[in-house]
């Protein structure tokens, strides 16, 4: 396989969209401590090694961290408010396609659940589970 050179040039927006549209993740975990929910937002894009300067390139963008995992790379992001300040932004301006468009809209519905505090409540966590329910591969359109 001929060796992958990247370009020097800034990323474009539109591009980075497009390419979270097509290897992208938005989702959240759950977790129970003290007999409390809390939940955590995640975003995740995975490429092979080969492409790990692309994975570089949009984290300069967006944040977050690198990781491998086996013969690829993870760029993950799970900071509540890098969410806030710069992904969803980001997003909103870079609008995504198709089903990630509909679980991105899910997603900021969840983020602004937690940000109004409603997630400490029952029917908040109701609310979320909700929305979790028809996210990534259980959503049907």
């Known amino acids: 396989m001929p060796e ?6 800034p990323l474009n927006g539109h591009w980075i969209s497009g ?11 759950m977790k ?3 007999y409390k929910i809390y939940f955590s ?6 490429q092979h ?12 963008v967006l944040g977050g961290s690198i990781k491998p995992l086996q013969d690829n790379f993870v760029l993950r992001i799970n900071n509540t408010q890098l969410f806030i300040d710069k992904i969803i932004p980001f997003f909103l301006q ?6 990630k468009l509909s679980d991105f809209n899910s997603f900021c519905a969840v983020i602004s659940i937690i940000q109004s ?7 908040g966590v109701d ?13 049907y359109s």
């Open 19 to 29: 390419f979270v549209t097509a290897d992208g993740s938005f989702s959240f975990s």
């Open 117 to 123: 505090g409603r997630h400490l409540t029952n029917e």
């Open 4 to 9: 992958f050179i990247p370009s020097d040039l």
């Open 32 to 34: 129970r401590r003290n």
């Open 94 to 99: 870079y609008p995504l396609h198709g089903t």
């Open 41 to 46: 937002p995640d975003f995740r894009v995975v």
């Open 127 to 139: 609310e979320i589970r909700t929305i979790l329910s028809s996210m990534n591969s259980k959503r």
């Open 49 to 60: 090694s080969r492409s790990l300067s692309a994975l570089e390139r949009i984290q300069i």
